[in-house]
């Protein structure tokens, strides 16, 4: 069974005809003899569209249950047995009723496709998930039924249903598509100008786009190479000159003239190896293109022209940009430029040439020739030269034992040895050395330069090509040889460099030790260049001397900075690597210190929402039998015993210490939490600390003090010393059984005294003691118990502030037992 198609006619709004030319597409199809049925359409009242729907057969709706009412849905079952060749179903993004057997209205057409039947549907732009967003942000309007895009992609067919702002909202004015109730509200609403014409940009827009995908699909397919000028897409050429900055601006206004234009950038980096872009120019325009909002290429080829227009066909570009030649009027003479290349094989691309202030200015050949050394080097001249002179004499001494052909490639083989050690230009000496020394000593007639015989000039003159070329040859081998083995210690070194930041904890400071260690630099330092502050060093800089120091950008607000005058262009390339790597770390700092606000903020919520929470029932309770004992009394409905009243009064005088514990707990974790507590050291008598408390606690009678030292003093603050231990009683008395009491005792120990409050409840795990000092935990409690669980929190917090410590303890037999520490 071969796969039905689909064709979507695709509106930007609701009212623009879409459903119209379904229903009108779906007759001219019947009258041509096709099979065609309506699956489902909805016509929402509009009388034109109700008088498409013609003749055309349709298919009963499913009717599903919904709740108390009952829901029409596509019924795909029915249009699967009826085998239409085509099936008309409206709204493709709409979301089918609970129980259906598809949740989107696309599943169930994806199901008739796969059945072969062709499906003709309709959906507007902004109930495209990818341009959700978007369209909340024009209307908003949050779309709840979205269609994702590759389904609407794939369509065999997508046709744009156009129509202008004012059109439609003429349709509108006139009831074509809302009732008259909803008119006014419409036209202010959702259906504005300004709305409209964005809707319906987007909608020219992405259908644009798939239009353009689907030429360079059938470009693609047919092996079509000739570029098609349907939009206009500029290709600018860079190759890391200054005037790359110029080409860019140029090509973002050409491309800026009509709408739809695209800019490209595309950088031709040598497949050598040898000629390369620097990193920071590389970077500069990446971020220019980025931000003119184009797009950013870098391409491989040592053809630079031949790849820039190879990659301008792929892209199928109306237009490329190129600089005018830096080149001076000598380089011109000695080859073609770019621009040269590109003018005369753009074929039907056009080519702006730009002029800027660099025009023959001399451009650097731009070839990366490492450094042989000045070892090698002073050791290749000293064999052009003595090597030569040492040669001869051997050769001379031994003129019987071989021939002027062998002599000549004694010194071909000197040449060779030549350029291997010191490079193209001792062996370019050596030649012509070895070549006037063939002609004075072995050439006839000997002991002068005139040369006897014809052939002999031409041997020697093809000595010294042959020479010259062979040591071209090996000097580039050379070279690209060393030069991969500085880019394998660039690798090994970047590589090392990942691995140490991975094992670091401080990642900046150990990036800068490897920077010392790398380029054998005395310091290294991170700079914010916006005030010029320091963000880490490592090792000794003078950072007040410039011309001392090497930098690198770091992003757009710091830079890194070697204590070193100037470094090669290799060294140079390793650096951007290391300021890539800390802007890297940089930009990782500042997630972690955005994703720890957002903790922060968090545990903020959390707290607030707890507080909430437990203040909300613990400040309901004591004032409910507040009002509740006040009103008693105040009635006159019935006569209170003096009893009675003693007892209502009781009770109000217990629910307003409650409440008026709990508000000082509260005012005591907020100064605590915002560091304004103010602590009043004094000395003072641990019975006085201990007998204030117990004024405060309900159930005094309950608490046994045991002081073996009735003189007994610390150094604390006695007003909060006074609210530790009475929120440390309370808390073993709510633990403790009735019947229990709970022992406050107090002694000195190794230079502190230690006032404990020991309990004989059921105690606390030991890996569960710490959160019962956290703010709103009750151990052991119901969500609902009394206390909202600020008692310990403050009483840890209090202590600590005042130096001190709490730490909770078994108490042996069972129980807890809470220690505090004091000097």
Same mark, same amino acid.
């Given at each position: 069974m071969s796969q039905g198609k689909l064709r979507i006619y695709l509106g930007a709004a609701p009212g623009v005809g879409k459903?119209?030319?379904?229903?009108?597409?779906? /007759?001219?199809?019947?009258?041509?003899?096709?099979?065609?049925?309506?699956?489902?359409?909805?016509?929402?009242?509009?009388?034109?569209?109700?008088?498409?729907?013609?003749?055309?057969?349709?298919?009963?709706?499913?009717? @599903?249950?919904?709740?108390?009412?009952?829901?029409?849905?596509?019924?795909?079952?029915?249009?699967?047995?009826?085998?239409?060749?085509?099936?008309?179903?409206?709204?493709?993004?709409?979301?089918?009723?609970?129980?259906?057997?598809?949740?989107?209205? %696309?599943?169930?057409?994806?199901?008739?496709?796969?059945?072969?039947?062709?499906?003709?549907?309709?959906?507007?732009?902004?109930?495209?998930?990818?341009?959700?967003?978007?369209?909340?942000?024009?209307?908003?309007?949050?779309?709840?039924?979205?269609?994702?895009?590759?389904?609407?992609?794939?369509?065999?067919?997508?046709?744009?249903?156009?129509?202008?702002?004012?059109?439609?909202?003429?349709?509108?004015?006139?009831?074509?598509?809302?009732?008259?109730?909803?008119?006014?509200?419409?036209?202010?609403?959702?259906?504005?100008?300004?709305n409209l014409s964005a809707l319906r940009e987007l909608a020219l827009l992405w259908t644009a786009d798939r239009v353009d995908e689907g030429l360079l699909r059938y470009r693609a397919e047919h092996d079509i190479d000739s570029t098609w000028a349907a939009r206009e897409r500029v290709v600018v050429a860079l190759t890391g000159g200054p005037?790359?900055?110029?080409?860019?601006?140029?090509?973002?206004?050409?491309?800026?003239?009509?709408?739809?234009?695209?800019?490209? /950038?595309?950088?031709?980096?040598?497949?050598?190896?040898?000629?390369?872009?620097?990193? &920071?120019?590389?970077?500069?325009?990446?971020?220019?293109?980025?931000?003119?909002?184009?797009?950013?290429?870098? @391409?491989?080829?040592?053809?630079?022209g031949g790849a820039i227009l190879h990659f301008a066909r792929g892209v199928n570009a109306s237009q490329i940009i190129v600089g005018a030649s830096r080149r001076s009027r000598l380089q011109q003479l000695l080859g073609r430029g770019v621009g040269e290349t590109v003018v005369d094989g753009s074929g039907e691309i056009d080519v702006l040439m730009v002029t800027h202030s660099r025009i023959r200015s001399g451009r650097s050949s731009g070839l990366v020739l490492p450094a042989l050394g000045r070892r090698r080097t002073i050791l290749g001249w000293l064999l052009a030269t003595a090597g030569v002179a040492l040669l001869t004499v051997l050769l001379d001494a031994t003129t019987d034992y071989h021939s002027l052909p062998l002599e000549v490639l004694v010194y071909l083989a000197l040449t060779v040895l030549?350029?291997?050690?010191?490079?193209? %230009?001792?062996?370019?000496?050596?030649?012509?050395?070895?070549?006037?020394?063939?002609? %004075?000593?072995?050439?006839?007639?000997?002991?002068t330069f005139t040369i006897g015989q014809p052939q002999n000039v031409a041997a020697l003159v093809l000595f010294v090509l042959v020479a010259v070329a062979v040591a071209g040859v090996v000097h580039l081998t050379a070279r690209s040889s060393a030069q991969a083995s500085a880019f394998g210690r660039d690798a090994q070194l970047l590589a090392a460099l990942a691995h140490?930041?991975?094992?670091?904890?401080?990642?900046?400071?150990?990036?800068? &030790?490897?920077?010392?260690?790398?380029?054998? @630099?005395?310091?290294?330092?991170?700079?914010?260049?916006?005030?010029?502050?320091?963000?880490?060093?490592?090792?000794?800089?003078?950072?007040?001397?410039?011309?001392?120091?090497?930098?690198?950008?770091?992003?757009?607000?710091?830079?890194?900075?070697?204590?070193?005058?100037?470094?090669?262009?290799?060294?140079?390339?390793?650096?951007?690597a290391y300021a890539d790597h800390a802007e890297a770390i940089?930009?990782?700092?500042?997630?972690?210190?955005?994703?720890?606000?957002?903790d922060a903020l968090a545990k903020d919520n959390q707290y607030r929402t707890?507080?909430?929470?437990?203040?909300?029932?613990?400040?309901?309770?004591?004032?409910?039998?507040?009002?509740?004992?006040?009103?008693?009394?105040?009635?006159?409905?019935?006569?209170?015993?003096?009893?009675?009243?003693?007892?209502?009064?009781?009770?109000?005088?217990?629910?307003?210490?409650?409440?008026?514990?709990?508000?000082?707990?509260?005012?005591?974790?907020?100064?605590?939490?915002?560091?304004?507590?103010?602590?009043?050291?004094?000395?003072?008598?641990?019975?006085?600390?201990?007998? /204030?408390?117990?004024?405060?606690?309900?159930?005094?009678?309950?608490?046994?003090?045991?002081?073996?030292?009735?003189?007994?003093?610390?150094?604390?603050?006695?007003?909060?010393t006074e609210r530790v231990l009475a929120n440390l009683i309370e808390n073993a008395l709510r633990h403790t059984p009735p019947g229990t009491s709970v022992t406050v005792s107090a002694e000195a120990t190794d230079g502190h005294v230690e006032l404990r409050v020991i309990d004989c409840g059921p105690g606390v795990p030991a890996d569960q003691r710490a959160g019962i000092f956290e703010?709103?935990?009750?151990?052991?409690?119901?969500?609902?118990?009394?206390g909202v669980g600020l008692g310990l929190a403050v009483a840890k917090g209090l202590t600590e502030a005042m130096g001190g410590t709490v730490n909770a303890d078994d108490t042996p037999g069972g129980g807890l037992t809470m220690t505090v520490s004091l000097l």
């Open positions: 459903t119209v030319r379904m229903l009108q597409e779906g /007759a001219r199809r019947r009258d041509r003899g096709t099979d065609v049925v309506i699956g489902l359409v909805e016509t929402h009242g509009r009388t034109y569209t109700t008088e498409q729907v013609g003749g055309l057969e349709t298919i009963p709706r499913l009717r @599903v249950a919904h709740g108390d009412t009952t829901l029409e849905e596509l019924d795909v079952d029915a249009i699967i047995a009826r085998r239409p060749e085509v099936a008309l179903v409206d709204e493709l993004a709409h979301s089918n009723a609970s129980g259906s057997r598809h949740k989107r209205r %696309w599943q169930d057409i994806q199901e008739l496709l796969d059945h072969g039947i062709d499906v003709i549907s309709t959906v507007n732009v902004q109930h495209l998930e990818s341009l959700n967003d978007v369209v909340q942000e024009i209307t908003g309007i949050k779309q709840r039924e979205t269609v994702p895009d590759a389904v609407v992609r794939a369509a065999d067919q997508i046709e744009l249903i156009d129509m202008t702002p004012e059109a439609l909202r003429r349709r509108l004015a006139h009831g074509n598509v809302y009732g008259p109730d909803k008119v006014d509200a419409a036209l202010s609403n959702y259906f504005r100008p300004g005037e790359q900055e110029i080409l860019l601006r140029r090509g973002a206004r050409v491309a800026s003239r009509g709408a739809g234009g695209e800019l490209i /950038a595309v950088q031709v980096v040598s497949e050598s190896g040898l000629r390369e872009i620097p990193p &920071e120019s590389a970077r500069a325009a990446r971020n220019l293109t980025e931000e003119l909002g184009g797009e950013f290429h870098t @391409v491989s080829g040592e053809d630079i030549v350029a291997i050690v010191g490079g193209l %230009w001792p062996a370019v000496t050596c030649a012509v050395i070895a070549s006037l020394v063939l002609n %004075w000593y072995f050439t006839q007639p000997t002991g140490s930041l991975l094992d670091a904890d401080e990642q900046l400071p150990a990036l800068l &030790e490897q920077a010392r260690d790398t380029f054998t @630099v005395p310091g290294a330092a991170l700079l914010n260049t916006a005030d010029g502050s320091v963000l880490a060093t490592s090792g000794s800089i003078e950072l007040s001397d410039p011309d001392r120091l090497t930098s690198a950008r770091v992003g757009k607000k710091h830079s890194l900075v070697l204590a070193t005058r100037g470094i090669d262009a290799r060294q140079r390339r390793l650096v951007e940089l930009h990782r700092e500042s997630l972690a210190l955005a994703a720890a606000g957002a707890a507080l909430l929470a437990a203040v909300s029932h613990d400040l309901r309770t004591p004032l409910s039998s507040i009002k509740a004992g006040v009103s008693g009394l105040r009635s006159t409905d019935i006569e209170l015993s003096q009893e009675d009243q003693d007892e209502l009064l009781e009770t109000v005088e217990e629910s307003a210490d409650r409440l008026d514990a709990l508000i000082e707990n509260l005012l005591d974790m907020s100064r605590i939490q915002s560091g304004n507590l103010t602590i009043r050291a004094d000395e003072s008598l641990a019975a006085d600390l201990i007998e /204030a408390a117990l004024h405060t606690v309900t159930d005094r009678d309950r608490v046994t003090v045991q002081l073996p030292d009735p003189h007994l003093t610390c150094r604390t603050d006695p007003g909060l703010p709103f935990q009750r151990y052991g409690d119901a969500p609902r118990g009394s």
